[in-house]
C-alpha cells in the first residue's frame, strides 16, 4: 500500500505552531487574535493612529539589533523595560506587543534621551516614546489616568501659570533625600531670587508673574490646541476645574478692556497680574 505524502504550501503561515489555528492569515492579525476579544479593536486604532502620526516615520529609521539603546538605559537597569524591544515591535508591526507595552513598560522611560544619542541609525527613540505616551493620554487609557494622577498639581500650574514648581517649594521636608544641601540651599533663597538678573519681580512664591492678558491667551492656547481635550479624557475633574477659572479670567479681562476702551480706568489702575485681582 502506497504511503501518502502531505504536501506543506510554501507559505510558512500555513504551519507555524506558535499558532494554535492554521492558515495564512496576515502576520499582524494572528497576533491580534492573541489579545482579549474587548481590545483588539482598541489596539489596532491604537497602533494605526501611532503610525499615522508625521513624527513616527521620522523617527523609526531601522534597527540593527544592535542593543546600544537598551544598554546604555538607565530605566532598563532596574526594570523589565528596553527600548530595543519597542523598536523590535514597533518593525515588525506587532501591534498586540506594542499594546502590552504601552500600557505596561512605556511610562518607565525617564525622557534622558541617551537611546538617542547612541543609535547608530539615527532612531529617535525617545521620540517614539514620548509619541506612545500622547497617543495613551487621547486614547484615554487606563495606564495613561494611572500615571497622571499624582501630578495633578503640576498639570494645574502648568496649565494656568506656566511653570511648575516655584522657589519657595525647595524646602528640607519637601526633599529629604537632598541631605543637607537643601537646608543650605533653602535658608537662602530670598537671596538667590533677588540675585537673578531677570525681571521676576523678586517673587518666591510663584515663578512666574504672568499678567492676565497672558494668563488668558496662554489658556486659550491650551484650549485651542486640543491639549484641554486630552486632559478631559484622562481627568475630567481636572479639566472642569481649569475650564471655570479660564472662564473667570476671559471675563475679568472682558470687563477691564471694555472699562479701558469706556475711559473709566487710568493706567496706574490696571492690575499687574491676575493674582492682584
Known amino acids: 500500500m502506497a504511503t501518502r505524502v502531505l504536501q506543506l504550501p510554501d507559505d510558512p503561515r500555513f504551519l507555524d505552531m506558535s499558532y494554535e489555528e492554521q492558515g495564512a492569515l496576515p502576520e499582524e492579525q494572528r497576533n491580534l487574535d492573541r489579545l482579549p476579544p474587548d481590545q483588539r479593536q482598541l489596539a489596532e486604532e491604537f497602533w494605526k493612529a501611532v503610525k499615522s502620526d508625521f513624527r513616527f516615520n521620522e523617527y523609526l529609521r531601522g534597527c540593527l539589533n544592535c542593543g546600544v539603546c537598551t544598554s546604555g538605559c538607565p530605566a532598563a ?4 523595560y528596553g527600548p530595543r524591544e519597542m523598536i523590535q515591535y514597533m518593525m515588525r508591526d506587532e501591534a498586540d506587543k506594542i499594546w502590552e507595552f504601552v ?61 511648575q514648581v516655584t522657589p519657595d517649594m525647595i524646602q528640607p ?7 543637607p544641601q537643601a537646608v543650605e540651599e533653602s535658608k537662602n533663597m530670598d537671596v538667590y531670587r533677588k540675585a537673578i538678573p531677570v525681571d521676576l519681580l523678586q517673587r518666591t512664591d510663584v515663578g512666574w508673574h504672568p499678567s492676565l492678558q497672558t494668563a488668558v491667551e496662554m489658556m486659550t492656547i491650551m484650549f485651542e490646541s486640543g491639549v484641554m481635550d486630552s486632559i478631559k479624557k484622562v481627568d475630567p475633574d481636572l479639566y472642569d476645574m481649569i475650564a471655570d477659572i479660564y472662564d473667570e479670567r476671559k471675563q475679568q479681562l472682558g470687563e477691564i478692556k471694555e472699562k479701558w476702551e469706556k475711559g473709566e480706568l487710568k493706567e496706574e489702575d490696571l492690575p499687574d497680574s491676575w493674582l492682584d485681582l
Open 173 to 179: 521636608e519637601a526633599f529629604p533625600d537632598w541631605g
Open 103 to 163: 500600557n505596561k513598560k512605556v511610562w518607565a522611560c525617564v525622557q534622558c534621551y541617551t537611546c538617542s544619542m547612541r543609535c547608530p541609525f539615527n532612531n529617535e527613540i525617545a521620540g517614539l516614546i514620548m509619541l506612545l505616551r500622547e497617543y495613551a493620554v487621547q486614547f484615554a487609557l487606563p495606564s495613561a489616568k494611572e500615571i497622571l494622577a499624582p501630578y495633578r498639581r503640576v498639570l494645574y500650574t502648568v496649565l494656568t501659570l506656566g511653570n
Open 77 to 80: 537597569k532596574f526594570y523589565d
